[in-house]
């Protein structure tokens, strides 16, 4: 069981800045296996959509060209832990923000994503 505990979001206008954060821990969760992290975005009557993913052992991470360039997706090892810089934000990028885990390489598949957070509200004023 790999559990991630996301914390960051809140209210910021259009223009602005938040970091949100990802925790990884639990019983099954290993620092030195293959994982894949990802952040999904949804909002109300729409599919949870994919927007970035960090390959946990290299730190290489991946964007969709709508948020290439303003996002900034690192982790940080040693405290199990991937951060999501978002700047430049847009009323668009408002929505219910979730990381997700998988083991082994990239993929944009939230069915092949085994392990969910709780999710963070992030909301951009216009």
């Known amino acids: 069981q790999v559990q991630l505990v996301e914390s960051g979001g809140g209210l910021v206008q259009t223009g602005g800045s938040l970091r949100l954060s990802c925790a990884l821990s639990?019983?099954?969760?290993?620092?030195?296996?293959?994982?894949?992290v990802a952040w999904y975005r949804q909002v109300p009557g729409k599919d949870r959509e994919y927007f970035t993913s960090?390959?946990?052992?290299?730190?290489?991470?991946r964007y969709i060209d709508s948020v290439q360039g303003r996002f900034v997706l690192s982790r940080v090892t040693r405290e199990n832990t991937v951060y999501l810089h978002m700047n430049s934000l847009k009323p668009e990028d408002t929505g219910s923000y979730y990381c997700a885990a998988k083991t082994g390489t990239y993929s944009d598949i939230d069915l092949d994503y085994k392990y969910w957070g709780q999710g963070t509200q992030v909301t951009v004023s216009s």
């Open positions: 960090i390959n946990w052992s290299s730190g290489v991470p």
């Open positions: 639990g019983p099954t969760f290993n620092p030195w296996n293959t994982y894949t």
